[in-house]
């Protein structure tokens, strides 16, 4: 299955919901500029490896956290419909593969 955003694979026209992506761009702006915090730290001569590693840990929980926020709206918004659309089959086949990366 394509991962591409115009492809919609199995599943027709399903689209992220509206909230969801709304809240997800902004969690990820903030982690873009948290990155950007982490890089000119590493520019410095006198970081501390810790504080670095401490910073990198909070850019993970906040990507597992966004990702996660992107999975709930999917099962809710997506999957809890999939036999009535006649696509079960697919969209397991599909969640398989996603969880298989968490």
Excluded: F, W
Excluded at 8 to 14: A, I, S, Y
Excluded at 82 to 98: F, K, Q, S, Y
């Amino acid at each position: 299955m394509a991962s591409s955003d115009t492809d919609k694979g199995c599943c027709g026209p399903l689209a992220i919901d509206s909230a969801i992506r709304d809240d997800a761009r902004t969690r990820l702006r903030s982690i873009r500029g948290h990155v950007d915090g982490i890089l000119k730290m590493l520019e410095r001569e006198d970081v501390y490896c810790v504080d670095a590693l401490k910073q990198i840990k909070a850019v993970n929980g906040a990507l597992a956290k966004t990702g996660d926020q992107i999975l709930r709206g999917h099962l809710k918004h997506h999957v809890v419909n999939a036999r009535e659309r006649g696509d079960d089959e697919a969209i397991v086949a599909e969640l398989m593969d996603v969880l298989k990366y968490r």
